[in-house]
């Protein structure tokens, strides 16, 4: 107590030069840039704001300079209890996205560390996002090469949770395992609880585009574009459809309609790289012509 009444006197006396001159101090002792500000709050027992600000930056920054912080506190036994299980099923979903750029062999230890970090999770409260626990252990098997796997969990997460992102990912799992039927059942699940969400049909209407089926390609195209309320999906659907439809049909006007449809969206990519499709699908085919 007498320590910090003498502070106060003498900050006094000096106009409060003093106690300028240690709030100056403390600032500059502040740690600079968004790893050091992670690394600090977990130093000083913020768990769950150090987890939520290394997402954060993350997602904002791409930078994989210190994904040893992901790999340290993944090791640490006590995380779920010092964070909690939203916050940790949030953290594992964007490490296991944004590192993907990382040297695979790190990349994939960091994934078994993510996923061993999720098998400590006795229990677990649904969330319609990708953060629901079964949702993020379903992606993470997934591009661990076991989509099998990652079904069983998106599964798992339909008979506990409902959660519509199980069924978008149980559908992306069935694609990976080339059965687009089953996908096909799981989208309508999860349209059942989310109408207006079309984005898996385009995964579904891309599988099918990918391996020549134009019919039922455009079949999924044109159901995203009457009734998809999303502006990118729908960009991605439209000139994808009428591209299927001039597969199918070899009808000129299709291509034309193709042009016409990209120089519409500069913003979208997909129409240009369409187009340009187009213009190598034809090619291939006056060649086998001579």
Avoid at 50 to 63: G, V
Avoid at 111 to 125: D, F, H, Q, V
Avoid at 217 to 229: I, K, L, N, P, T
Avoid at 274 to 287: D, P, R
């Amino acid at each position: 107590m007498f320590n910090f009444f003498k502070s106060r006197q003498k900050g006094t006396k000096d106009n409060g030069t003093e106690g300028r001159r240690a709030e100056k101090s403390q600032t500059f002792a502040q740690p600079q840039g968004p790893w050091a500000q992670a690394e600090a709050l977990m130093a000083q027992g913020r768990a769950a704001e150090a987890l939520e600000h290394f997402t954060q930056s993350a997602i904002q920054t791409r930078d994989l300079s210190r994904m040893d912080l992901a790999e340290r506190w993944l090791e640490d036994q006590s995380i779920l209890d010092r964070a909690g299980e939203a916050v940790v099923c949030r953290f594992v979903s964007v490490v296991t996205i944004t590192a993907g750029g990382l040297e695979p062999g790190r990349y994939f230890a960091l994934l078994e560390k993510c996923l061993a970090a999720l098998g400590r999770i006795e229990t677990s409260e649904p969330r319609a996002d990708g953060s629901d626990r079964y949702t993020v252990e379903s992606n993470l098997l997934r591009r661990m090469g076991r989509p099998e796997e990652g079904l069983e969990a998106a599964k798992r997460g339909i008979q506990e949770h409902n959660s519509p992102s199980n069924y978008v990912f149980a559908a992306v799992c069935c694609l990976a395992l080339d059965d687009p039927e089953q996908a096909e059942q799981y989208i309508r699940g999860g349209r059942a609880l989310v109408p207006g969400n079309l984005s898996t049909t385009n995964d579904l209407a891309d599988y099918y585009l990918e391996h020549g089926n134009f019919v039922e390609a455009a079949r999924c195209y044109q159901e995203v574009v009457e009734e998809s309320g999303d502006t990118a999906d729908i960009e991605w659907a439209e000139p994808s459809l009428i591209y299927c439809r001039w597969r199918e049909s070899g009808d000129p006007m299709e291509l034309e309609r193709l042009a016409l449809c990209a120089a519409s969206r500069p913003g979208s990519q997909r129409g240009a790289q369409l187009c340009q499709a187009a213009s190598a699908a034809q090619a291939e085919k006056a060649e086998s012509k001579h």
